[in-house]
């Protein structure tokens, strides 16, 4: 999938961002260096997903395989397989994303939907 | 860049999860008063066992109220899973008491959650919760009375037979 004019850039990690497509009305997650569409229920979801996991549980836990997260999102095929700090940045991804989305609506309202 | 967000949903992401919780202790509420039921018709007391039961579809009532709101504002509602209900008491007094206390303890989580609807600006899920607020009156004045009946009718002898008998009767009147 190709980056267009549609597409508005949200927020961005070192090795991740957000960007909401005008045109489809959705959001393109790239992380991992794959980009991955999702509908706003579904993007709310995974991050409900991801707040949801326990990193204090996984960073104690001296077992190799509680280095591992794998999640699945849904209404999307993509199947994210992210190690402790892979996680870490991409909770921060979504996180970023969520204030910025609300930044957004704040400014929304009060530059235009406020009469002047 | 488009609000696509608020085109998408009314509901600040906070208010939703704690609307959420709240559907969830409906939904335990609900659960209790079933237990309670089951409790008093093994033990014979045949009105309370109704007034639990009725209480039950209340309280499922009100959790199905709230996630029909959840989802109209465009949230996303989420069925909530009920576990570590009680389902044995120690006496019929026991089980009126704990009513009692389930209910105080839902006003109290309604209040909270009117209070942050006020503090994010909510002001429709405010008006929509007024009627939980009203609501919660009645539902503590009747667990409130259900147990003064213990008192005033006391439980020696043919008491709990008339006290279980009294328990239909109970009726809020607002006027």
């Known amino acids: ?116 | 860049m488009r609000d696509l967000v608020r085109q998408k949903t009314a509901l600040s992401e906070e208010i939703e999860k704690i609307l959420n919780d709240q559907i969830r202790q409906e939904a335990k509420a609900s659960a209790t008063y079933l237990a309670m039921a089951s409790w008093c018709d093994q033990h014979g007391f045949a009105h309370s066992t109704d007034f639990f039961y009725k209480q039950s579809g209340e309280e499922r009532g009100h959790m199905l109220k709230i996630f029909k709101y959840v989802n109209d504002v465009g949230g996303k509602a989420i069925s909530p899973e009920v576990t570590d209900i009680t389902n044995n008491f120690n006496s019929l007094r026991a089980i009126f008491e704990q009513a009692l206390e389930q209910e105080i303890t839902n006003t109290q989580s309604i209040n909270r959650i009117v209070d942050q609807c006020y503090k994010s600006k909510d002001y429709t899920t405010v008006n929509f919760l007024q009627w939980f607020l009203q609501e919660q009156i009645e539902e503590e004045f009747i667990a409130r009375r259900a147990l003064e009946l213990f008192d005033v009718i006391g439980e020696e002898g043919v008491g709990i037979y008339m006290i279980d008998k009294k328990i239909p009767e109970i009726q809020y009147k607002a006027e």
Not at chain 1, 9 to 15: A, L
Not at chain 1, 50 to 61: E, H, K, Q, T, Y
Not at chain 1, 69 to 85: D, F, N
């Open chain 1, 1 to 116: 999938m190709q980056l267009t004019e549609n597409f508005k850039e949200i927020f961005r990690t070192p090795n991740g961002c957000v960007y909401q497509c005008e045109k489809n009305r959705c959001f393109e997650v790239d992380f991992g260096g794959y980009l991955t569409e999702f509908k706003l229920p579904c993007f709310f979801a995974l991050k409900r997903m991801v707040d949801r996991i326990d990193l204090d549980a996984m960073i104690l836990n001296p077992e190799k395989a509680s280095d591992i997260e794998i999640i699945s999102p849904c209404g999307s095929e993509r199947c994210y397989v992210l190690t402790l700090p892979e996680l870490l940045e991409f909770k921060e991804l979504l996180s970023g994303t969520r204030v910025m989305l609300q930044l957004n609506s704040i400014l929304h309202e009060r530059l235009y939907r406020i009469p002047a």
